[in-house]
């Protein structure tokens, strides 16, 4: 009789044991057992639920939250987690890297700035705060059609593909990602400027004419909800790998971030390209230009470009200079 046993560890290791005179036997056994493994793991990748969930739901809500005939596949209960997630998750991630910004890049010196606001931080996230809900709703039905398997992310679907082949992909994906966003963030941006529509939903924004950090969620939820759009939008057009997109995920809101931080430094060579703090600044003051999220290229053919006026030395931060000078003279 053959002496042989299949072992799984998990489900990327199989162990198997036979005498050397069945080896032959034993590497065609092999062979079947690591395809029907590689069909199994893709059919549970395009089911399985998107990996925050699956965590969440495996260590938490199943065994404490949850009443254990309530199955983790119901949409509904999805959809409540889907809610619970995005509303403790979003402003955590807001709160922490707004407060990072705040306490490490942004120049607190701006706060005497005529242009701030009475008590402005504490409106930039009363305003933050009360949105998330709201973008919440429309929000988790699209995360439940990511969940649902109807979008274009992936796990790792080609287990033949060269490592070299998989770092290009992920490569071209960001790329095509920022280019895709940035060109429907600028005219979505556009539009919430016509005067149709800006006293309605994008005036809120521009309350702060001077912002600071805690600004960069400061949105009317309806406002915050479509300039997210275009984030959600492609992975259902463009295949997009999982972790890739919680990475651009966190890389946009920490970008968000960073463009209502009022540190306008950016490498020589960026410069005539990237839509930094900078031209982000003087969009909140002069309001018809420089739309753009990540780039100046939509910008540039919109006809709404303009040279920011921090790299001319006439920034908001060079007004506090300028009347600290004036104050010791
Ligand atoms: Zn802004
Ligand atoms: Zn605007």
């Given at each position: 009789m053959k002496d042989k046993c299949h072992q799984y560890a998990d489900d990327t290791t199989l162990y198997a044991h036979c005498k050397s005179e069945s080896l032959q036997d034993a590497v065609v056994d092999m062979q079947s057992s690591v395809r029907k493994l590689e069909e199994w793991s893709s059919e549970v990748n395009l089911l399985v639920m998107d990996l925050i969930l699956e965590k969440l739901d495996n260590y938490f809500l199943t065994p404490y939250v949850y009443p254990s005939d309530w199955h983790a596949d119901d949409w509904k209960r999805q959809l409540l987690t889907l809610f619970l997630l995005m509303n403790v998750g979003g402003w955590l991630l807001y709160i922490i890297s707004a407060s990072f910004s705040y306490m490490f890049i942004f120049d607190r010196r701006l706060m005497q700035h005529p242009l701030i606001l009475q008590n402005q931080i504490r409106r930039e996230i009363k305003v933050a705060t009360c949105s998330i809900p709201f973008m919440a709703v429309p929000t988790i039905f699209i995360f439940l059609l990511e969940v649902k398997g109807y979008s274009k992310l992936y796990w790792y679907d080609r287990p033949q593909q060269t490592w070299g082949n998989f770092v290009l992909e992920i490569g071209c994906s960001v790329v095509l990602f920022l280019l895709f966003t940035d060109f429907l963030i600028y005219w979505i941006h556009r539009w919430l400027h016509h005067k149709s529509v800006y006293k309605y939903l994008h005036k809120t924004h521009h309350l702060w004419k001077v912002p600071t950090p805690y600004a960069s969620h400061a949105f009317h939820p309806i406002d915050g909800f479509l300039q997210s759009c275009p984030y959600h939008i492609y992975p259902f057009l463009f295949p997009l790998h999982k972790i890739v997109y919680l990475s651009l995920f966190l890389a946009v809101n920490f970008w968000t971030v960073s463009i209502h931080d009022g540190d306008y430094r950016v490498p020589d060579i960026l410069k005539p390209f990237v839509n930094g703090s900078a031209h982000h600044t003087d969009h909140h003051l002069?309001?018809?230009?420089?739309?753009?999220?990540?780039?100046t290229l939509w910008d540039r053919i919109g006809g709404s470009f303009r040279t920011p006026d921090a790299f001319n030395g006439q920034a908001p931060i060079d007004f506090i200079n300028k009347q600290n000078i004036k104050k010791e003279e």
């Open positions: 002069l309001y018809n230009h420089n739309y753009g999220q990540f780039f």
